[in-house]
C-alpha cells in the first residue's frame, strides 16, 4: 500500500507525457483523480494502522508497520567492505500521521490548480512528481531512499514557482533552491559519514557464513555479530555496510574506529564529531523547517508562488523539517539532540517571537501569513527540545494542525486575489458585508490559528507549553516568552482581521473589482468548508491523532532517555 501511494503519480506521470498538450482538461482530471486516490488509500493505511498495544523500540522493524522491504543495490567493495541499499519503507505513529497530512493537502492543492491557465501539461506533471516525492520522505526507512526523495522535491517546486509564480518569481524559486540545497548537502555529508560507520547485522552475519539468507538470521546471530564487531573480530571486506536508520540508531551497529560513534574521541576545534554531524543535520533540516535566522526563503517563496503551491509548500513541504530532526537527528544522535536542547528551545522562542512581530509589520496578507508559518513552526521546536511525551506529541500535533490551518488561510488569500490581483491590506474595508460567507471562513482560519478552543491550533500550542514547562532541560524563561508568541498572534489576526472585514465597506478600484467580489463558488467552497471541519474535528477529537502517536511518541523519549543513561 505505501509503494502505491508512492509511485501512483510517477505511473500516471509518465503515461501523460505522451498526451498532446492541448488535452488541457486531461492533466487537470488525471492529477485530481490521482490524488484522491492516494488521500483514499492513505486513510486505508492510517485507519489499517494498529494502536493500543506495546511497540518495539523504535531501532526495531517490529516498531514500523505496513513494512515493505527489498534489496536495491548491492556492491562488493574489495577491502572496503560490501555497500548494502534497500527499498526499505513502514510506517510508524508519526510518519502515518504525516501521510495522511500530505495526502489532503496534496488534494486540496490539486483542486486549486484547478484555474491554471498557462503551460498546464509542465504543470501539472510536475505537480505529480511531487505528489510523489512528499510521501517518500515520509514512509523511507533508508537514509539513501529518503534523501533521494528529500532532493527530489526541489526541482518539481523550483519550476512550479519559478515558471509559474509572480513578478519575482525567478529570484524566489532561485533563493529557494540555494537555501535547501545548501541543507541538502549537510545531510549528505552526514548520511556518507553514518554509512562508512554502520553495518547490517543480518547480512554481515550472512557474509559471514553464519546462516545462508537474511531470513535465517536469528537474533543470536546478530548479537554474535555486535559482540565480534565490538571487538574489531570482523575484517573491513566482511563488514556489510548499510544506509538504514534503523541500524543506525543502534550503537551496537558502529564499527569500533567510527569517528562519530558514541566512544569515539575524534574531534574538530575542540567538538567531537559527532557534536559536528548532529549540527549538519539540525542546520539542514531548520532550513526546511524553517527557523530563524535561515527562513528568509519562505516569505519570498510564499509570496510569488501560485496559490495551490503555497497551500503545499506550507502545509506540507516544511513539515519534512520537523519529521526529519524527529527521525534522523533525534533519533541517532539523542545524547547530541540533549546538549542541544536549550539552543534547540532558544531558536524555537526565537522563531515564535521573530516571525509574530514580521506578521504584526506586514501590509501584504500572503507575507503576514508566511511569517505566522514561521512563528508557529517555533513550537514544534519547543515541543522537541523538551525531551518529553506531552512536548513530541505536542510538536507532531502542532504538525498536523499547522498543515490543515495554514493551507486553508493561504487559500483564502488565493480566493480575494483571483478577484482583485491585489493583496494589500490596506486596500480593503468592511469586506464581511460584500463577502459574509468568505468571511466567516477567514474568521475560523484566523480563531483557530491563534489558539482558540475548540480548534487543532489550540492543542497543538497546549501541549508544547505542558511539555515546555514540564522539561528537566529547558528552562522557564524561553516557555513564558514562548507563550507570549500566542498574544502576538492574535493580535496580527485580530487586527488585520479588524482592518480588512469590519467597518465600512471601502474598496481600493471599486469599480474596477467590486462586480466580481460576492459568492463563494463550488470548488471554493469545497476546499474551505473540507479544511474548516478538519481543524474543528480534530480539534475537538485529538485522540484521532494522538491515538497512533502514544505509543511511537513514548518508546522514541525511552529511546532518547535509556541512550542518555
Known sequence: MLSFIVLLPLLVCAILLFVPHRQAKLFKIATLLTTATQLSASC??????????????????????????LEWIRLDLGSFGQLSIDYFIGVDGVSISMILLSAIVMFMGAIAS??????????FLLYLLLSSSVPGCFVALDFFLFYLFFEFMLLPMYFLIGIWGGVRREYASIKFFIYTLVGSLFILVVMIALYNATIDPAKTAVQLKLANETSQVTPEMVANVQQQLASNGIAAKDQVHTFSMLHMMDQSNYVTNAAIGVKSSASWWGY???????????????????VVPVHT?????????????????????????????????????PDMALSFAVITGFLGMLSIIYGALNALAMTDLKKMIAYSSVSHMGFVLIGLASFTAEGI???????????????????LVGVLYDRTHDRSIGNYRGLLSKMPYYGVFVMIGFFASLGLPGFSGFIGELFTILGGFASPYLPVWIVVVSTFGIVLGAAYFLWTLQRMFLGKYWVKNDLEWSPQLQNLDPREW?????????????GIFPGLLFQPLTDTVNELVNHLTTFMK
Open 44 to 69: 486505508w493505511a492510517y485507519f489499517k494502522f494498529e494502536t493500543g498495544k506495546k511497540t518495539a523500540a523504535i531501532s526495531q522493524e517490529a516498531a514500523y508497520q505496513l513494512v515493505e522491504k
Open 114 to 123: 484547478w484555474n491554471i491557465q498557462q503551460k498546464q501539461k509542465g504543470y
Open 272 to 290: 567531537s564529531l559527532r557534536f559536528w554531524a548532529f549540527l549538519a543535520l539540525f542546520i539542514g533540516f531548520a532550513i526546511k523547517l524553517p
Open 297 to 333: 526563503w519562505l516569505p519570498d517563496a510564499h509570496v510569488e508562488a501560485p496559490t495551490a503551491i503555497s497551500v503545499v509548500l506550507a502545509g506540507i513541504l516544511l513539515k519534512v523539517g520537523g519529521y526529519g530532526l524527529i527521525r534522523i537527528a533525534y533519533s541517532i544522535f
Open 393 to 411: 506529541n505536542g510538536a507532531v500535533f502542532q504538525m498536523f494542525s499547522h498543515g490543515i490551518l495554514s493551507a486553508l488561510l493561504f487559500l
Open 526 to 538: 469545497v476546499m474551505l468548508v473540507s479544511l474548516s471541519l478538519l481543524a474543528l474535528i480534530t
